[in-house]
T-cell receptor, first 111, second 113 residues
Framework: GDSVTQMEGPVTLSEEAFLTINCTYT??????LFWYVQYPGEGLQLLLK?????DKGSNKGFEATYRKETTSFHLEKGSVQVSDSAVYFC??????????FGKGTMLLVSP | NAGVTQTPKFRVLKTGQSMTLLCAQD?????MYWYRQDPGMGLRLIHY???????AKGEVPDGYNVSRLKKQNFLLGLESAAPSQTSVYFC????????????FGPGTRLLVL
């Protein structure tokens, strides 16, 4: 079945550092890929998505590129802020099936 | 535009008690979902619905029942609560299709003693 693997956290960074959160997936077909973010005490919200190979999703300075050859969708940001502290979830969805989530990666950014 | 709302926000139950969690969405979405979130486990799908009057089991359906009598509402029931059901429950909704975004509610924190 489908699965998503994320790097374990927490990831701790200083403000303005470069961020990478790794995500790899297993799927039988051609899924759509998503990054969701969960701020403390809140529900998940979509951060970015990509629907086909080589697509790049971007939002709020975050980027991720759909790499079919390496089955990856790594999240990057050039300069993180304290306000980026949250839990980040990678997810995939094939056809009309439901979302499959990774276990989440906590990001802690200090001033 | 409220999006997805959940009631209640927090609840404490004793083992064996029953309760219903209510999810409501005002975006006219066909699909609705119930997830539970536990530390180190990510989000796991409990049940979902692809339209009014239809429901289906997800990854962890045991101990839960659901109903979708109205398009905008999706109820999650616990008939006899167990400590293993202590969790944070999230409802979500979406339109159909692989590329569509799921919109999440703020969550219900449930503690079963």
């Amino acid at each position: 079945g489908d699965s998503v693997t994320q790097m374990e956290g927490p990831v701790t960074l200083s403000e303005e550092a470069f961020l990478t959160i790794n995500c790899t997936y297993t799927a039988t077909g051609y899924p759509s890929l998503f990054w969701y973010v969960q701020y403390p005490g809140e529900g998940l919200q979509l951060l970015l998505k990509a629907t086909k190979a080589d697509d790049k999703g971007s939002n709020k300075g975050f980027e991720a590129t759909y790499r079919k050859e390496t089955t990856s969708f790594h999240l990057e940001k050039g300069s993180v802020q304290v306000s980026d502290s949250a839990v980040y979830f990678c997810a995939l969805r094939e056809g009309y099936s439901t979302l499959t989530f990774g276990k989440g990666t906590m990001l802690l950014v200090s001033p | 535009n409220a999006g997805v709302t959940q009631t209640p926000k927090f609840r404490v139950l004793k083992t064996g008690q029953s309760m219903t969690l209510l999810c409501a969405q005002d975006m006219n979405h066909e699909y609705m979902y119930w997830y539970r979130q536990d530390p180190g486990m990510g989000l796991r799908l409990i049940h979902y619905s692809v339209g009014e009057g239809t429901t289906a089991k997800g990854e962890v359906p045991d101990g839960y029942n659901v109903s979708r009598l109205k398009k905008q509402n999706f109820l999650l029931g616990l008939e006899s609560a167990a400590p293993s059901q202590t969790s944070v429950y999230f409802c979500a909704s979406s339109t159909g299709g692989a590329t569509k975004t799921q919109y999440f509610g703020p969550g219900t924190r449930l503690l079963v003693l």
